[in-house]
């Protein structure tokens, strides 16, 4: 009987030893794992001297992305010393920044990157070269065909907007210009807004959702709508020139309307008008004319009631937030740390506003 006791104690002493060495083990693997994972995301960052951020173009030459470098380089001048961007050119071909992406990771001395994709359908091959590297990015702009490639590395995010958010807005721009000055924009009097779509890309999320909700905007209230042409100009004005010159020529006075997906694109088109006699300002006949990034350019044509009206993509909050959130991933920080974003749905996007901008 005293020797079965003996051997129950033994058994539990037996148990709570065991039990103790397991949690240790396992104390120690989370805090090794810990360890090595904050050494592989800041190793990089040295006391004293400046982050180092990878910001990898889809285009130099597109008149927002060219907005955004400029609003990244005045963060750099007002935090000397803190941060240094290195601009990359994609020249709308994956390949050529695919071979930038390559050639950062191989020499492995940037702390973060900024991604803006030529293709957005090569995000999941892209974010798997990245993550080997164990390296921070942030997809900005050309948002992914598919989220779940973010998702797959957990410090990945991307920034951008809600495109159908830039459609409905267009929509209203083009709703208010009817109900003010109906009369003159419905030229045949047949109650039907006919218009020419000018899109960015037959394949970009935000083309085509821009696309369905600017005209879906407008039928919603009733107005009834007629496309007579739909172009893709890849977002480039001479492209978007070329294009609709030959459109006015084919279809002359029938078109009431030009939506574009962007305002490089709407700024050709109204260079195309100009020289078929309309959008000249003053009492020459004008037709609605909108876009989407209300660039300067754009701005000024508006004020000039040349342009009807387009929608506010801000790049120096852009900037901001690609920096804000950029820092907090180098430091090993919850990504909106200190910040008023928020995620939506997904968990690893966040999406600043659009505004409506017309002349007052």
């Known amino acids: 009987m005293i020797q079965k006791i003996?051997?129950?104690?033994?058994?539990?002493?037996?148990?709570k030893v065991l039990t103790i060495i397991m949690f240790s083990i396992m104390m120690f693997t989370i805090i090794v794992s810990c360890?090595?994972?904050?050494?592989s995301t800041s190793v990089r960052v040295v006391e004293g001297k400046p982050i180092k951020v990878g910001v990898l173009l889809y285009r130099f030459d597109d008149a927002y992305i060219s907005l955004v470098h400029q609003s990244l380089e005045e963060i750099q001048k007002e935090n000397e010393g803190k941060v240094e961007?290195?601009?990359?050119?994609?020249?709308?071909?994956q390949s050529v920044q695919n071979e930038s992406i390559d050639?950062?990771?191989?020499?492995n001395d940037v702390d973060l990157l900024l991604l803006n994709l030529v293709e957005t359908n090569s995000t999941r091959l892209v974010i798997n070269k990245i993550k080997?590297?164990?390296i921070p990015v942030i997809l900005f702009n050309r948002e992914p065909v598919s989220i779940e490639a973010i998702k797959s590395y957990?410090?990945?995010y991307y920034i951008g907007t809600e495109a159908e958010e830039a459609g409905v807005l267009q929509g209203k721009v083009v709703i208010n210009a009817w109900n003010s000055n109906k009369a003159t924009i419905d030229k045949n009097k047949d109650n039907i807004l006919q218009y020419i779509m000018l899109m960015g890309e037959s394949d970009n999320l935000e083309a085509i959702t821009r696309t369905k909700y600017s005209i879906l905007t407008i039928n919603n209230v009733g107005i009834e709508t007629q496309q007579l042409a739909l172009k893709v100009c890849n977002w480039n004005e001479e492209e978007a020139k070329k294009i609709t010159k030959a459109l006015l020529s084919q279809l002359g006075n029938k078109v009431e309307a030009i939506i574009a997906n962007n305002d490089s694109m709407a700024i050709g088109a109204i260079e195309a008008l100009q020289e078929y006699g309309y959008n000249k300002g003053g009492k020459t006949p004008t037709i609605t004319v909108v876009g989407v990034d209300a660039i300067p350019e754009a701005q000024e044509l508006i004020k000039e009631g040349i342009m009807t009206g387009s929608v506010l993509q801000d790049s120096s909050a852009l900037a901001k937030a690609?920096?804000?959130?950029?820092?907090?991933?180098v430091y090993n920080r919850n990504?909106?740390?200190d910040t008023e974003y928020k995620f939506d749905d997904t968990g690893v996007a966040i999406r600043l506003p659009y505004k409506e901008y017309m002349n007052q």
């Open 154 to 156: 957990n410090k990945s």
């Open 322 to 329: 690609l920096y804000t959130v950029g820092v907090n991933l």
């Open 35 to 39: 360890k090595q994972n904050i050494i």
């Open 132 to 134: 080997e590297r164990n």
């Open 103 to 107: 050639t950062l990771l191989e020499k």
């Open 6 to 15: 003996v051997e129950r104690i033994k058994m539990k002493i037996f148990k």
């Open 85 to 93: 961007f290195t601009f990359y050119d994609g020249k709308n071909d």
């Open 335 to 337: 990504p909106l740390y």
